[in-house]
C-alpha cells in the first residue's frame, strides 16, 4: 500500500523524510565517524559474541538487502558487554554495498567509505516482549557493524555467496541452516559505539550501534556476485540489479561517539 521507499532517484534516501519525518531527526544513523573526535572511554568494556550455528534458519531477498534471519525465541545467540546493560538477541544480519569498492558502506571513517557494510541486528529481550516493540524503544536495539574491504577472498563468504542465486529476486527465500556469523568476524573486536537509528525507512531512533574498527577482507569477486540480486521481483518488467543499497551519512547533531581501548 502507498508509496514504498527505495533507493532510487525518486524514492531515495533524499525522499524518504516524506513518508518517515523522523528522518530529519536528531539521532539518525548512518554517520561519518572522525577517530580522533571519538572519546576513548575506560568504562566501556569488551563487547562478547555468543552465536550458536543451530540458530541460523534462512537466507532471503527482501527487496532492499540479502538477510539471513535467525531463531530468536531464547538467549542461544546474543551480543552482550561494551554499551549494553544486558545481552541482546541475534535476529538477522544484512549487507549494504555499492556499484563500485570505493563507497558502499554506510558508517565512513574520516570521510571514507568502505566496499560494503554488514549489519547484525539484535534486540533487547530483557526488556522488550517482541522485536517489533524492541524496534521502537531508545534502547531496542544492537547493530553490530562490520566494514568489508576488499582484497583476497574472504574463507567464510563463499557459504553466503553460493547460495545468493537462490534469492534473485525480491520476496524469495531458502533454508539456511547451521550458519554461524562468527566467522564473519576481524580478529580485533575494538569498536566505536553512538546512538543512533534504523538507516532504513522507518528509521527509528532504536538502535544503539557499536561499529567494528577492523574491516573484515572479501574479493571483488565474491562482492559481485551481491549485485547479481535484483531489487525487483521475478515477474517485474524491468531489472532492477541490487547495489548502492546504503544511506549517506546523516548529521552527528548533539552526539558523542565513544570508543573502545
Ligand atoms: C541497521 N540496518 S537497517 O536499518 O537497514 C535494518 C534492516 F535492514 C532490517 F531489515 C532490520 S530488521 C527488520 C525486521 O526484520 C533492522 F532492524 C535494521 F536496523
Ligand atoms: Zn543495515
Redesign the pocket.
Known amino acids: 500500500t502507498g508509496h514504498h521507499w527505495g533507493y532510487g532517484k525518486e524514492d531515495g534516501p533524499s525522499a524518504w523524510h516524506r513518508q518517515f519525518p523522523v528522518a530529519k531527526g536528531n539521532r539518525q544513523?548512518p554517520i561519518d565517524i572522525i577517530p580522533d573526535e571519538a572519546r576513548r572511554d575506560s568504562s566501556l568494556g569488551p563487547i562478547f559474541l555468543k552465536y550458536d550455528r543451530c540458530t541460523s534458519l534462512n537466507i532471503a531477498n527482501?527487496g532492499?538487502?540479502v538477510?539471513v534471519?535467525f531463531n530468536d525465541s531464547d538467549d542461544r545467540s546474543v551480543i552482550q558487554g561494551g554499551p549494553l546493560d544486558n545481552p541482546y538477541r541475534l535476529?538477522?544480519f544484512?549487507f549494504?554495498w555499492g556499484e563500485k569498492g570505493c563507497e558502499g558502506s554506510?558508517h565512513t571513517v574520516a570521510g571514507a567509505g568502505y566496499a560494503s557494510e554488514l549489519?547484525l541486528?539484535h534486540w533487547n529481550a530483557d526488556k522488550y516482549k517482541t522485536?517489533e516493540e524492541a524496534?521502537t524503544a531508545p534502547d531496542g536495539?544492537a547493530?553490530l557493524g562490520i566494514f568489508l574491504k576488499l582484497g583476497d577472498d574472504h574463507r567464510w563468504l563463499h557459504m553466503i555467496t553460493d547460495a545468493l542465486y537462490m534469492v534473485k529476486f525480491k520476496g524469495s527465500s531458502t533454508d539456511f541452516k547451521g550458519f554461524n556469523p562468527k566467522c564473519l568476524l576481524p580478529s580485533n573486536l575494538h569498536y566505536w559505539t553512538y546512538l543512533g537509528?534504523?538507516?532504513?525507512p522507518p528509521l527509528h531512533e532504536s538502535?544503539i550501534w557499536i561499529v567494528l574498527k577492523e574491516p573484515i577482507v572479501v574479493s571483488e569477486k565474491q562482492l559481485g556476485m551481491f549485485r547479481l540480486l535484483q531489487f525487483s521481483g521475478e515477474e517485474d518488467g524491468q531489472r532492477m540489479r541490487m547495489e548502492n543499497n546504503f544511506r549517506p551519512p546523516q548529521p552527528l547533531k548533539e552526539r558523542l561517539v565513544r570508543s573502545s581501548n
Open positions: 544513523s527482501n532492499h538487502s538477510v534471519e535476529k538477522q544484512h549494504h554506510e549489519h541486528v522485536f524496534a536495539l547493530v537509528s534504523l538507516t532504513t538502535v
